[in-house]
């Protein structure tokens, strides 16, 4: 089983400002696996980005992502106040799949 | 645009079983796409149970896998999830979500609203 570990557990920021986010794989695979989603209190996750790096529908170029092999990034270029959430990242290469533990984005 | 809703009782007594269901609206159960559940503690993160593709094919979470049984009625629209023997652990809100065959696209997407169920007497 492959087990991502984001970081930090939260993060705290203020509107305007860039926020990076950390997901790390206990062992390698393709960047083609990887999905970010953003979960708000009492919602669904919604899918932010697939391939690591591909924005899904309607999602806002503010959000980009990146990465390979073990080590992948969420990058918010500039926080809106509706982008303070829970983000986990997602591997579904490999069965089971798996997700992060989430890193809560809060508001400073 | 697809919309997936899960239905089914909200409170399930400890060693029972946990049956759910989730409709399909906007588009059929037989495209080619995988059917899956995913399921959060309170305040917890997610965990992948298994899926399900519009055959009857299925492929479980090995954690989960002696208590899962996930079911599909295309004529109906809809897949199911029963989970057996069931404690407090399993207490959580069950997602049911849409994705694709080719493991290239396999992320889950779209999702539903999510429903709540706790295991207590």
């Known amino acids: 089983e492959i087990v991502l570990t984001q970081s930090p557990g939260t993060l705290s920021l203020s509107p305007g400002e860039r926020a990076t986010l950390s997901c790390r794989a206990s062992q390698s695979f393709s960047s083609t696996y990887l999905a970010w989603y953003q979960q708000k209190p009492g919602q669904a996750p919604r899918l932010l980005i697939s391939g690591a790096s591909s924005r899904a529908t309607g999602i806002p170029d503010r959000f980009s992502g990146g990465g390979s092999g073990t080590d992948f990034t969420l990058t918010i270029s500039r926080l809106e106040p509706e982008d303070f959430a829970v983000y986990y990242c997602q591997q579904y290469g490999r069965s089971p799949y798996t997700f992060g533990q989430g890193t809560k984005l809060e508001i400073k | 645009q697809l919309q997936l809703q899960e239905s089914g009782p909200g409170l399930v007594n400890p060693s029972g079983t946990l049956s759910l269901t989730c409709t399909v609206s906007g588009g059929s159960i037989g495209s080619s796409h995988y059917w899956g559940w995913i399921r959060q503690p309170p305040g917890k993160g997610l965990e992948w149970i298994g899926s399900i593709y519009y055959s009857g094919d299925t492929y479980y979470n090995p954690s989960l896998k002696s208590r899962v049984t996930i079911s599909v009625d295309t004529s109906k629209n809809r897949f199911s999830l029963n989970l057996s023997s069931v404690t407090a652990a399993d207490t959580a809100v069950y997602y049911c979500?849409?994705?694709?065959?080719?493991?290239?696209?396999?992320?889950?997407?779209?999702w539903g609203q999510g429903a709540l169920v706790t295991v207590s007497s």
């Open positions: 979500a849409r994705r694709a065959v080719s493991a290239a696209m396999g992320w889950f997407d779209p």
